[in-house]
Protein backbone atom coordinates (compact mmCIF):
# COMPACT_ATOMS: atom_id res chain seq x y z
CA UNK A 1 0.00 0.00 0.00
CA UNK A 2 1.21 3.56 -0.90
CA UNK A 3 2.20 5.61 2.32
CA UNK A 4 3.20 9.58 2.64
CA UNK A 5 6.05 10.75 5.06
CA UNK A 6 6.30 13.86 6.31
CA UNK A 7 8.95 13.86 9.00
CA UNK A 8 8.32 16.83 10.47
CA UNK A 9 5.46 17.68 12.71
CA UNK A 10 6.57 20.97 13.72
CA UNK A 11 8.99 23.64 12.35
CA UNK A 12 9.73 26.81 13.82
CA UNK A 13 11.35 29.08 11.74
CA UNK A 14 11.68 33.34 11.80
CA UNK A 15 10.96 35.42 8.96
CA UNK A 16 13.59 35.29 6.33
CA UNK A 17 14.99 31.70 7.15
CA UNK A 18 14.82 29.23 4.87
CA UNK A 19 12.24 26.50 4.78
CA UNK A 20 12.58 23.02 3.76
CA UNK A 21 10.27 20.11 4.51
CA UNK A 22 10.37 16.79 4.11
CA UNK A 23 8.40 14.18 2.20
CA UNK A 24 8.71 10.66 1.17
CA UNK A 25 6.64 8.22 -0.13
CA UNK A 26 6.33 4.40 -0.80
CA UNK A 27 5.28 3.17 -4.36
CA UNK A 28 7.33 1.84 -6.64
CA UNK A 29 5.37 2.58 -9.90
CA UNK A 30 4.76 6.13 -11.24
CA UNK A 31 2.98 8.86 -9.28
CA UNK A 32 1.90 12.20 -9.36
CA UNK A 33 2.86 14.31 -6.27
CA UNK A 34 1.82 17.04 -4.70
CA UNK A 35 1.77 20.17 -1.65
CA UNK A 36 -1.29 21.35 -0.25
CA UNK A 37 -1.35 24.36 2.41
CA UNK A 38 -3.85 24.86 5.06
CA UNK A 39 -3.81 28.55 6.46
CA UNK A 40 -5.50 28.47 9.98
CA UNK A 41 -9.38 28.16 9.94
CA UNK A 42 -8.92 27.49 5.94
CA UNK A 43 -9.50 24.72 3.89
CA UNK A 44 -6.75 22.70 1.85
CA UNK A 45 -5.50 24.93 -1.27
CA UNK A 46 -2.58 23.62 -3.70
CA UNK A 47 0.62 24.69 -3.70
CA UNK A 48 2.03 22.38 -6.17
CA UNK A 49 2.01 19.40 -8.43
CA UNK A 50 3.99 17.31 -10.09
CA UNK A 51 2.95 15.12 -12.96
CA UNK A 52 6.08 14.27 -14.80
CA UNK A 53 8.90 16.61 -17.06
CA UNK A 54 11.17 18.82 -14.95
CA UNK A 55 11.71 17.09 -11.38
CA UNK A 56 12.22 21.18 -10.38
CA UNK A 57 8.36 22.20 -9.69
CA UNK A 58 7.24 26.04 -8.57
CA UNK A 59 3.88 26.44 -6.95
CA UNK A 60 2.59 30.00 -5.71
CA UNK A 61 3.96 32.46 -3.43
CA UNK A 62 7.16 31.24 -4.10
CA UNK A 63 7.21 27.69 -3.38
CA UNK A 64 9.14 24.82 -5.16
CA UNK A 65 9.50 21.65 -4.99
CA UNK A 66 12.52 19.27 -6.35
CA UNK A 67 11.27 15.67 -7.08
CA UNK A 68 14.11 12.79 -6.41
CA UNK A 69 12.72 10.02 -8.08
CA UNK A 70 15.63 7.59 -6.24
CA UNK A 71 15.17 8.61 -3.11
CA UNK A 72 11.19 8.60 -3.41
CA UNK A 73 11.25 12.39 -1.94
CA UNK A 74 9.48 15.08 -2.73
CA UNK A 75 10.65 17.92 -0.86
CA UNK A 76 9.29 21.72 0.01
CA UNK A 77 11.22 24.72 -0.24
CA UNK A 78 11.23 28.32 -0.03
CA UNK A 79 14.11 30.65 0.01
CA UNK A 80 12.64 32.99 2.52
CA UNK A 81 10.22 32.46 4.74
CA UNK A 82 6.89 35.35 5.62
CA UNK A 83 4.82 35.62 8.87
CA UNK A 84 1.95 34.62 6.65
CA UNK A 85 3.21 31.21 5.33
CA UNK A 86 2.02 30.13 9.18
CA UNK A 87 0.36 27.32 7.82
CA UNK A 88 0.01 23.51 7.84
CA UNK A 89 1.47 21.86 4.90
CA UNK A 90 0.71 18.36 3.07
CA UNK A 91 2.34 16.36 0.61
CA UNK A 92 0.19 13.52 -1.16
CA UNK A 93 0.71 10.98 -3.85
CA UNK A 94 -1.51 9.15 -6.05
CA UNK A 95 -0.47 6.46 -9.01
CA UNK A 96 -0.12 8.00 -12.03
CA UNK A 97 -0.71 4.37 -14.02
CA UNK A 98 -3.62 3.07 -12.06
CA UNK A 99 -7.36 4.67 -12.52
CA UNK A 100 -10.36 4.21 -12.13
CA UNK A 101 -10.42 2.36 -8.40
CA UNK A 102 -8.56 3.15 -4.81
CA UNK A 103 -5.18 3.96 -6.25
CA UNK A 104 -5.99 6.72 -8.12
CA UNK A 105 -7.37 8.78 -4.74
CA UNK A 106 -4.98 10.36 -3.22
CA UNK A 107 -3.24 9.44 -0.19
CA UNK A 108 -1.94 12.56 2.47
CA UNK A 109 1.11 12.67 4.63
CA UNK A 110 0.43 13.71 8.42
CA UNK A 111 1.04 17.25 7.99
CA UNK A 112 3.84 19.64 9.26
CA UNK A 113 3.15 22.63 11.18
CA UNK A 114 5.05 25.64 9.64
CA UNK A 115 5.07 28.35 12.41
CA UNK A 116 6.88 31.82 11.06
CA UNK A 117 8.14 34.00 14.01
CA UNK A 118 7.95 37.86 13.14
CA UNK B 1 -18.65 29.93 -9.12
CA UNK B 2 -18.41 28.89 -5.87
CA UNK B 3 -16.40 25.91 -6.16
CA UNK B 4 -16.98 23.49 -3.00
CA UNK B 5 -19.62 24.08 -0.89
CA UNK B 6 -20.46 22.66 2.80
CA UNK B 7 -22.90 22.85 5.53
CA UNK B 8 -23.08 23.46 8.31
CA UNK B 9 -20.03 24.79 9.51
CA UNK B 10 -20.11 23.66 13.10
CA UNK B 11 -22.36 21.12 14.89
CA UNK B 12 -22.62 19.20 18.09
CA UNK B 13 -23.96 16.09 18.37
CA UNK B 14 -25.11 14.06 21.29
CA UNK B 15 -23.84 10.25 20.95
CA UNK B 16 -26.44 8.22 18.63
CA UNK B 17 -27.57 10.88 16.92
CA UNK B 18 -28.30 11.11 12.79
CA UNK B 19 -27.08 14.14 10.85
CA UNK B 20 -26.05 14.42 7.11
CA UNK B 21 -23.34 17.04 6.04
CA UNK B 22 -23.98 18.42 3.20
CA UNK B 23 -21.33 19.00 0.21
CA UNK B 24 -22.04 20.72 -3.20
CA UNK B 25 -19.57 21.25 -5.89
CA UNK B 26 -20.60 23.87 -8.96
CA UNK B 27 -17.54 22.98 -11.32
CA UNK B 28 -19.21 19.81 -12.97
CA UNK B 29 -16.68 17.69 -11.70
CA UNK B 30 -17.15 13.92 -12.15
CA UNK B 31 -14.96 12.92 -8.82
CA UNK B 32 -16.04 13.67 -5.20
CA UNK B 33 -14.38 12.54 -2.05
CA UNK B 34 -15.26 13.15 1.92
CA UNK B 35 -12.62 13.39 3.57
CA UNK B 36 -12.09 13.69 8.43
CA UNK B 37 -9.23 15.31 9.54
CA UNK B 38 -7.68 14.70 13.25
CA UNK B 39 -4.91 16.40 14.55
CA UNK B 40 -1.72 15.04 13.55
CA UNK B 41 -3.46 12.38 11.56
CA UNK B 42 -3.64 13.98 8.52
CA UNK B 43 -6.59 13.31 5.98
CA UNK B 44 -8.39 10.12 5.84
CA UNK B 45 -10.67 9.63 2.67
CA UNK B 46 -14.34 7.93 4.28
CA UNK B 47 -15.78 7.26 0.64
CA UNK B 48 -15.69 8.67 -3.04
CA UNK B 49 -17.43 8.72 -5.72
CA UNK B 50 -16.62 8.84 -9.53
CA UNK B 51 -20.15 10.13 -10.98
CA UNK B 52 -23.81 9.66 -9.83
CA UNK B 53 -25.05 6.62 -8.95
CA UNK B 54 -21.28 5.39 -8.23
CA UNK B 55 -19.12 5.41 -4.87
CA UNK B 56 -17.24 3.39 -2.81
CA UNK B 57 -15.56 2.99 0.54
CA UNK B 58 -12.26 4.98 1.41
CA UNK B 59 -9.79 4.03 4.03
CA UNK B 60 -12.20 4.69 7.21
CA UNK B 61 -15.43 4.04 6.17
CA UNK B 62 -17.47 2.88 9.01
CA UNK B 63 -20.02 4.84 11.10
CA UNK B 64 -20.78 6.91 7.77
CA UNK B 65 -22.88 6.26 4.38
CA UNK B 66 -23.08 8.33 1.29
CA UNK B 67 -25.34 8.71 -1.55
CA UNK B 68 -24.60 10.31 -4.94
CA UNK B 69 -27.88 11.06 -7.11
CA UNK B 70 -26.71 14.05 -8.73
CA UNK B 71 -23.15 15.18 -10.41
CA UNK B 72 -23.20 18.33 -7.97
CA UNK B 73 -24.23 16.48 -4.04
CA UNK B 74 -22.40 14.22 -2.32
CA UNK B 75 -23.86 14.49 0.99
CA UNK B 76 -22.48 12.37 4.15
CA UNK B 77 -24.64 10.08 6.55
CA UNK B 78 -23.72 9.48 10.24
CA UNK B 79 -26.26 7.29 11.20
CA UNK B 80 -25.11 6.71 15.38
CA UNK B 81 -22.71 9.14 16.23
CA UNK B 82 -19.92 7.98 18.34
CA UNK B 83 -17.30 10.48 20.11
CA UNK B 84 -14.71 8.51 17.89
CA UNK B 85 -16.47 10.56 14.72
CA UNK B 86 -15.76 13.99 16.40
CA UNK B 87 -13.27 15.56 13.79
CA UNK B 88 -13.40 17.72 10.90
CA UNK B 89 -15.05 17.03 7.74
CA UNK B 90 -13.62 17.92 4.25
CA UNK B 91 -15.41 17.48 1.21
CA UNK B 92 -13.80 17.89 -2.33
CA UNK B 93 -13.93 17.41 -5.79
CA UNK B 94 -11.87 17.03 -9.11
CA UNK B 95 -12.30 16.78 -12.74
CA UNK B 96 -10.50 13.58 -13.31
CA UNK B 97 -8.82 11.27 -11.59
CA UNK B 98 -5.51 10.92 -13.32
CA UNK B 99 -4.32 14.32 -12.75
CA UNK B 100 -6.28 14.70 -9.72
CA UNK B 101 -5.94 18.32 -8.41
CA UNK B 102 -8.58 18.49 -5.81
CA UNK B 103 -10.87 21.45 -4.63
CA UNK B 104 -11.75 21.70 -1.10
CA UNK B 105 -14.93 23.02 0.91
CA UNK B 106 -14.30 25.04 4.32
CA UNK B 107 -15.16 22.28 6.27
CA UNK B 108 -17.84 20.79 8.91
CA UNK B 109 -16.61 20.87 12.26
CA UNK B 110 -18.31 18.25 14.30
CA UNK B 111 -18.46 17.12 18.08
CA UNK B 112 -20.23 14.40 19.37
CA UNK B 113 -20.79 14.29 22.94
Known amino acids: AQSVSQHNHHVILSEAASLELGCNYSYGGTVNLFWYVQYPGQHLQLLLK??????LVKGIKGFEAEFIKSKFSFNLRKPSVQWSDTAEYFC????????????????FGKGTKLSVKP | NAGVTQTPKFRILKIGQSMTLQCTQDMNHNYMYWYRQDPGMGLKLIYYSVGAGITDKGEVPNGYNVSRSTTEDFPLRLELAAPSQTSVYFC????????????FGPGTRLTVL
Open chain 1, 92 to 107: AVNSALNYGGSQGNLI
Open chain 1, 50 to 55: YFSGDP
Open chain 2, 92 to 103: ASSYQQKYNEQF
